[in-house]
T-cell receptor, first 115, second 114 residues
Framework: ETGVTQTPRHLVMGMTNKKSLKCEQHLGHNAMYWYKQSAKKPLELMFVYNFKEQTENNSVPSRFSPECPNSSHLFLHLHTLQPEDSALYLCASSPPPGQRSYEQYFGPGTRLTVT | AQSVTQLGSHVSVSEGALVLLRCNYS??????LFWYVQYPNQGLQLLLKYTSAATLVKGINGFEAEFKKSETSFHLTKPSAHMSDAAEYFCAVSRSGNTGKLIFGQGTTLQVKP
């Protein structure tokens, strides 16, 4: 595997379910991100992790719980979601701050539907 | 605070015509600027980036962008559109302090007509 991978690619869950999204990066990066992309809305940055430590939480509801066990893996645990949480969830990674390149590399996303 | 504005949420061109997608930025420090492309139900793919070297940046798939400080612009162009270019395009600027975080524009959907 190369780049950033995300599983599952598609997920349908009821409002009472608990599920997790997984992201893995094979680029040797130290920063990882979760974004939410809803129809007709701009990309929303949810969480940022640097060297496994959460450095940003953009007022995300507690029904979304991130976990970063190491610099290569990032999870998003979901529970008691609402229909408005249906969206494409994108994971990204980037080199540590201070390096010369600042671009982010994205995974293919998980299309989440909450019923 | 930094921000990005993409002019036109939808752009339609004929196959073979010039593609021009507009991006203006606001930044109090020299910015790093990026263009990404997103095909349906996929993640974002980096097209090109400006990191204070040459002002004319060439990217993948025949795209290029020119950084114009006086106009605070970073427009994306391609001389001849192909059907496969139909996608959504995002302009982004790095956050101040070079923390690695990006601020994205609203996106522009490019339609290519045969």
């Amino acid at each position: 595997e190369t780049g950033v991978t995300q599983t599952p690619r598609h997920l349908v869950m009821g409002m009472t379910n608990k599920k997790s999204l997984k992201c893995e990066q094979h680029l040797g990066h130290n920063a990882m991100y979760w974004y939410k992309q809803s129809a007709k809305k701009p990309l929303e940055l949810m969480f940022v992790y640097n060297f496994k430590e959460q450095t940003e939480n953009n007022s995300v509801p507690s029904r979304f719980s991130p976990e970063c066990p190491n610099s290569s893996h990032l999870f998003l645990h979901l529970h008691t979601l609402q229909p408005e949480d249906s969206a494409l969830y994108l994971c990204a990674s980037s080199p540590p701050p201070g390096q010369r390149s600042y671009e982010q590399y994205f995974g293919p996303g998980t299309r989440l539907t909450v019923t | 605070a930094q921000s990005v504005t993409q002019l036109g949420s939808h752009v339609s061109v004929s196959e073979g015509a010039l593609v021009l997608l507009r991006c203006n930025y606001s930044s109090s420090v020299p910015p790093y600027l990026f263009w990404y492309v997103q095909y349906p139900n996929q993640g974002l793919q980096l097209l090109l980036k400006y990191t204070s070297a040459a002002t004319l940046v060439k990217g993948i798939n025949g795209f290029e962008a020119e950084f114009k400080k006086s106009e605070t612009s970073f427009h994306l162009t391609k001389p001849s559109a192909h059907m496969s270019d139909a996608a959504e395009y995002f302009c982004a600027v790095s956050r101040s302090g070079n923390t690695g975080k990006l601020i994205f524009g609203q996106g522009t959907t490019l339609q290519v007509k045969p």
